[in-house]
């Protein structure tokens, strides 16, 4: 069978994130994985195209912006890469995520106008959560559920040879596509058993050699899936079941990736581990991190994301190893800068063991980025200040960097389960459209908050000096694909838009809304 693999493409926010930009092409810091991965397994029984989402174009028919809130000019968003790759296909794959899976549903939309009998298969954490509401509200036909390795190739045999579906697990589908009397049924099989250790190693390496050159900066690698933790806020699909390859297995994927540096773009290249958690087995990581001395990185750095009391803890080399090679970044989620905040959503560490790990990256002269949150549905504006507050102090007395986003209500949360004794009432509905990222969602979800308060939220984030780049003492420059950030020397940068950097050149632009002050 003929197969196209894509994803939602990337898209900017303009104005105060009042507008979305439908005329620019925007790239992701790294190439969505998961597509180059089943590219990679079903190219040896069907013939496979992959449309990055890096160069999927989407604009609107009349060339205009689309204003948040205004989601019935949706429909008339153009996506003319895609309307041209569905010619001559049998089978659409479309990877989508919570935060663009509205772009995602007018996808499959254009695909149905160009033909109306191809079936389209969604996958990704967000169709595994709401595929009953996709297939109810959507032109999806078919939703992979859980991990899609096995999935996927099992539902392309029984399409091709008109197959029983109803022994595929992990596959949720209309009837209406399933040649069953009973239309417009939805058809949810049996959970898939998620893959072993040994089924990771085993598949084949990500088809890298089909990633676009000059686009991206950085290059993904899995070493594990899940996480041993249970965040309240946090989505992954797999909480609690933590699968981590050996190292011998990651360093050959570490390998492969290094093998197609040549296509990156930029001059701070980075391989990046993509997990949840990098850090879940600290003798693990060590061992990887002691390996790459006998790969040939080039000029590639190294990022990943670790959890507090895995790196600070007394017998974690992490950091030591981290000094042999040049490293990209390391991120903290910390999201909450109180104890009581930390335990509302179970983080499984207080504010000592942030200091204690951040003191450790001082030591070791090995900074940190720090991720933090405000906004939970309980949440006052004096708690809100608290983090901010924290996240300043821990930036300006231990170097390092702080991210502060506002709460995402996700699905498949903690949160999200228990969303309605927080007076939010919406259901998947709210990830169709633009809502999302609106003033109004900002005061439901967090409806502790008044408008004033979220103002003052605002302004004390960008008051605060939690942009500081990692090396601004060398006065580095880089590009906007490989870093989240640039700076003059001694240079701070800041957002005016909640905390999140749209752009980073040029500064001082009305259109960035990004600001540059001098440390003095």
Request: hydrophobic share 35%; proline share 3%; aromatic share 8%.
């Amino acid at each position: 069978m003929k197969v196209l693999l894509t994803a939602s493409p990337r898209f900017e926010l303009q104005k105060d994130a009042k507008d979305i930009d439908t005329k620019s092409e925007l790239t992701s810091r790294h190439p969505s994985l998961a597509i180059y991965q089943l590219a990679s397994i079903l190219r040896y029984q069907h013939q496979v195209r992959v449309l990055d989402p890096s160069i999927s174009d989407f604009r609107s028919d009349d060339g205009e912006q689309i204003t948040i809130g205004d989601d019935r000019r949706l429909g008339i968003l153009k996506f003319p890469s895609l309307e041209k790759s569905v010619c001559g296909m049998d089978v659409i794959g479309i990877s989508a995520t919570s935060f663009d899976w509205f772009l995602a549903k007018v996808m499959a939309e254009r695909i149905k106008d160009k033909d109306p009998d191809i079936p389209i298969v969604a996958g990704g954490v967000h169709p595994s959560l709401a595929d009953e509401h996709i297939l109810k509200t959507s032109k999806i036909d078919y939703i992979v559920r859980g991990d899609g390795e096995k999935t996927f190739p099992n539902l392309l045999c029984a399409l091709e040879s008109s197959g029983d579906l109803d022994k595929i697990d992990g596959l949720s589908y209309r009837a209406d596509f399933s040649h069953s009397t009973v239309n417009n049924k939805i058809i949810r099989n049996k959970d898939s058993l998620p893959l072993s250790v040994n089924e990771m190693e085993t598949i084949p390496l990500p088809a890298f050699d089909l990633m676009p050159s000059d686009i991206y900066g950085k290059i993904g690698v899995e070493s594990s899936r899940g996480c041993k933790f249970d965040c309240t806020f946090c989505s992954l699909l797999y909480r609690r079941l933590w699968r981590g390859l050996s190292p011998e297995a990651v360093l050959k994927r570490i390998e492969h990736a290094a093998n197609y540096a040549g296509k990156l773009y930029g001059n701070e290249q980075a391989v990046q581990f993509i997990d949840g958690t990098f850090t879940a087995d600290t003798k693990r990581s060590e061992k990887i991190l002691e390996g790459l001395k006998d790969i040939d990185l080039g000029k590639l750095r190294i990022a990943f994301e670790g959890r507090v009391n895995e790196i600070s803890a007394s017998n974690s080399n992490i950091l030591k190893l981290c000094k042999r090679f040049p490293i990209d970044y390391i991120f903290i989620g910390v999201e909450s800068g109180y104890n009581s905040g930390l335990s509302k959503i179970r983080k499984g560490f207080n504010i000592k063991a942030v200091e204690r790990c951040a003191s450790l990256s001082k030591e070791q002269d090995v900074p940190l980025r720090y991720g933090f949150i405000v906004g939970f549905p309980w949440e006052s504006k004096e708690e809100c200040m608290k983090t901010i507050s924290f996240a300043d102090h821990i930036v300006s007395d231990y170097g390092g960097l702080a991210f502060i986003n506002w709460f995402f209500l996700l699905p498949g949360s903690g949160i999200w389960e228990e969303r309605n004794s927080y007076g939010i009432s919406r259901g998947m509905e709210l990830f169709d459209g633009l809502h999302i990222r609106s003033k109004e969602y900002r005061r439901e979800v967090s409806g502790k908050l008044a408008e004033n308060d979220i103002s003052e939220i605002d302004n004390a984030i960008n008051r605060s000096n939690l942009m500081r780049i990692l090396d601004a003492k060398e006065g580095r420059s880089c590009d906007g694909v490989s870093c989240s950030g640039v700076s003059n020397a001694g240079s701070y940068v800041f957002s005016k838009t909640g905390g999140f950097i749209d752009k980073t050149l040029p500064f001082c632009d009305e259109e960035t809304k990004l600001l540059r002050i001098d440390c003095g």
